[in-house]
């Protein structure tokens, strides 16, 4: 690895795992360059140009993970929780595929819930995910469901997701076990095609009660 690209991923690793543990808004640029080792506290505008490019840059290093693992996944599945799963599993094997301990998923649980990070969030979800067969797939099978109970669905369980991938990761952390990621996901896809396909009340009707800020 050139000097160059260590010294970006130091940085990653470092904002990564401070974002995770302290929050956001909380962590200077000076002490992400001090964590990683670099003496030039200006190293964050220096590789990245700046906070935004850094956040830009720890969100993109987890979608670009995910290809891979997108690649083994089935190309055609046969239900619901078969689309489900073609989305929640590669996420869980990238998890899976961290260094321990992480602090990936604690990462973008803060970002999920960060009002600047949060639109940055939806628009790299909203790039990876667009032209993927399997979104295709899914919307079909609910195509039965009004667009507004199916996107209020889709916002919560995002935030259910990544709030709890977030406390998995922390408790491995804390106990020194192993995540088992890829059950967790099978318990997230289980959930998720039940939440998805679950009947809609008449009272609730077709609206969307969860505004553009809570995803």
């Given amino acids: 690895m050139a000097r160059s690209e260590a010294a970006r991923t130091a940085l990653l690793d470092a904002a990564e795992r ?8 909380q962590v200077s640029d000076r002490r992400i360059a001090e964590v990683a080792g670099n003496t030039n ?16 840059a720890l969100v993109a290093r987890h979608m670009d993970a995910l290809a891979e693992p997108r690649r083994a996944m089935p190309e ?3 239900s619901v929780l ?3 799963r073609s989305l929640v599993q590669p996420s869980m094997a990238v998890l899976a595929g961290l260094p321990r301990p992480s602090w990936r998923a604690r990462f973008l649980a803060q970002a999920l819930h960060d009002p600047t990070l949060r639109v940055l969030m939806r628009e790299a979800f909203e790039s990876a995910f667009v032209d993927l067969p399997v ?15 199916v996107a209020g669905r889709a916002a ?3 935030r259910i997701v990544m709030t709890a991938t ?7 952390e804390q106990d ?15 959930a998720i095609a039940g939440m998805l396909t679950a009947p809609v009340s008449r009272a609730a009707g077709t609206a969307n009660p969860l505004t553009d800020a809570e995803i």
């Fill in 82 to 84: 078969g689309d489900v």
């Fill in 135 to 149: 979104r295709a797939s899914l919307a079909s099978r609910l195509a039965h469901l009004d667009p507004g109970v």
């Fill in 166 to 172: 977030a406390e998995v990761e922390a408790r491995a």
């Fill in 41 to 56: 506290h200006s190293a964050v505008r220096y590789y990245f140009g700046g906070r935004e490019g850094l956040l830009r």
């Fill in 76 to 78: 055609q599945p046969d």
């Fill in 176 to 190: 020194g076990q192993d995540p088992r990621w890829l059950g967790v996901g099978d318990f997230l896809a289980d």
């Fill in 156 to 158: 919560l369980i995002a």
């Fill in 18 to 25: 401070l974002f995770a543990e302290t929050g956001i808004a």
